[in-house]
């Protein structure tokens, strides 16, 4: 036991002081979706099965967004562990040269979809609410692909507070402007859900403007951003980036956009199971946000470890990454079991709503662990570079096996919509599964190939 902790000791210390920022961070920004809807649904119940509807929606694209720019963090984290400073400001370049389109052309996207909300089988007062909201939501990706770029580049630096703390302000201005604009508080207009709407974007611009002034402002970064500004680009470096972003997006979008179908599921079987689902999945996020803050610091080290090319450490900092999301997830997962219920009054006193979510609740506590392990899994994939096959088996886990039991057992059982969630279950488990193996075997590969390398290396000095 003593070995155990001496051998993983200093690895949870440098894992958890990358982690406890963007633990903050992310937390904060899922905080922005659990305030809105406890203050939406304090407001009306249609208002929360309308915004729970839009961000389904929303959320599927805007992960691609997200899931691109995280592809920024192990190669700025492998350049920075291998003493390539001068590659820094190139990738930083050429990564804002590529997501601030991308983030126009989402913004297309998420317009061009919008008559599509009428036919997805949700009820129409529930549609009409959310269109003016997914709106807003679709404004706000611009700020937001702009703050991960250079959220992400800050992270590959191991620096992870600046988007911590304006992840906090950014998510106090945008509790202060719901409180205005839903209730017409302070002489502000009632605007219900749109206030909402208004709050998120609001808020995700000061968070932008916020975030690019300290980058370019602050000490630490100077050496790393000189000759950010030569608008100087090469095919090499938007290669490099593009193969290691886009399947990284793709991954995001496969299991998101599984869990966002499934709310769209459960919407068709009616608006008190949809506001049920939407308190359920921000309970869930906010779990998921912890073990994926820890699996950032796992990708982090990873790549840096990967670029000083010590690959036993690098292992043994993904290990310690996998025992600390145990701990963390089995701490929520007694949450879930043991207050749920004080959880969902938070959001609403509808007693139909509370019966129904309660149920979604001990679902969510028995996956917690599986949904730590496969994110710590995939994190660590991350910091190797090794995300074309986890995407494959994001799409096997989540689009194979996860949504077809979920749309089987609502349609087809009395289980309705908590059969989703069972399909959540087996999903989630089947991905942690695959991911670990994957994992395993892909390092195990890395460190035999480097002993090999060593051992030429030595037989070469003395031939």
Not at 125 to 132: T, Y
Not at 235 to 252: D, E, Y
């Amino acid at each position: 036991m003593k070995a155990q902790i001496s051998k993983y000791g200093d690895h949870y210390k440098a894992n958890l002081k990358l982690a406890l920022p963007v633990i903050i961070s992310q937390v904060g920004q899922n905080l922005t979706v659990i305030v809105d809807n406890a203050m939406i649904g304090h407001y009306d119940t249609t208002s929360l099965a309308s915004a729970a509807f839009s961000s389904s929606v929303f959320h599927i694209l805007f992960v691609f967004g997200i899931g691109f720019c995280i592809g920024l963090t192990p190669l700025v984290g492998e350049s920075n562990g291998n003493n390539k400073g001068s590659k820094l400001s190139k990738l930083f370049r050429h990564s804002f040269a590529l997501n601030i389109p991308l983030s126009i052309i989402l913004l297309i996207a998420f317009l061009i979809i919008q008559p599509l909300l009428f036919h997805m089988g949700q009820p129409a007062d529930v549609v009409n609410q959310a269109l003016p909201y997914y709106k807003l939501l679709s404004y706000s990706i611009i700020p937001l692909l702009v703050f991960f770029t250079c959220k992400q580049f800050a992270e590959g630096l191991s620096n992870t507070k600046p988007a911590m703390i304006f992840t906090i302000l950014g998510n106090l201005l945008n509790v202060v402007l719901n409180y205005m604009f839903i209730y017409g508080n302070w002489g502000a207009p009632e605007l219900g859900l749109v206030g909402a709407g208004i709050g998120t974007l609001v808020s995700r611009i000061f968070m932008a403007l916020g975030m690019v002034l300290y980058v370019f402002s602050a000490k630490f970064f100077k050496s790393h951003i000189e000759g950010f500004f030569t608008w100087e680009f090469d095919k090499a470096t938007i290669s490099q980036i593009l193969k290691v972003s886009i399947p990284i997006g793709l991954q995001f979008v496969l299991e998101v956009a599984a869990f966002a179908i499934g709310a769209i599921i459960v919407g068709q079987i009616g608006s008190i199971e949809l506001a049920a689902h939407q308190i359920a999945m921000g309970a869930v996020s906010t779990s998921f946000m912890m073990a994926h803050s820890v699996s950032t610091a796992v990708t982090i080290r990873t790549s840096m470890l990967k670029g000083q090319g010590n690959i036993e450490k690098m292992r043994e900092a993904a290990h310690a990454g996998y025992h600390i999301a145990v701990f963390i997830m089995g701490f929520w997962a007694m949450i879930f079991l043991i207050f749920r219920d004080q959880i969902i009054l938070l959001h609403t006193t509808d007693e139909a709503v509370i019966a129904v979510a309660s149920k979604m609740m001990f679902i969510a506590a028995l996956f917690q662990f599986c949904d730590g392990l496969q994110v710590m899994s995939a994190g660590a994939l991350r910091g190797i570079s090794d995300v074309k096959i986890p995407t494959l088996i994001a799409g096997i886990a989540y689009w194979g096996i996860s949504l077809p039991i979920s749309y089987f057992l609502a349609m087809n059982s009395d289980l309705k919509e908590i059969g989703v969630w069972v399909g959540f279950l087996v999903g989630l488990t089947a991905a942690s599964i695959l991911l670990i193996t994957r994992f395993e075997l892909v390092t195990k590969r890395m460190s035999k190939a480097r002993t090999v390398d060593t051992e030429t290396e030595v037989l070469n000095t003395f031939a």
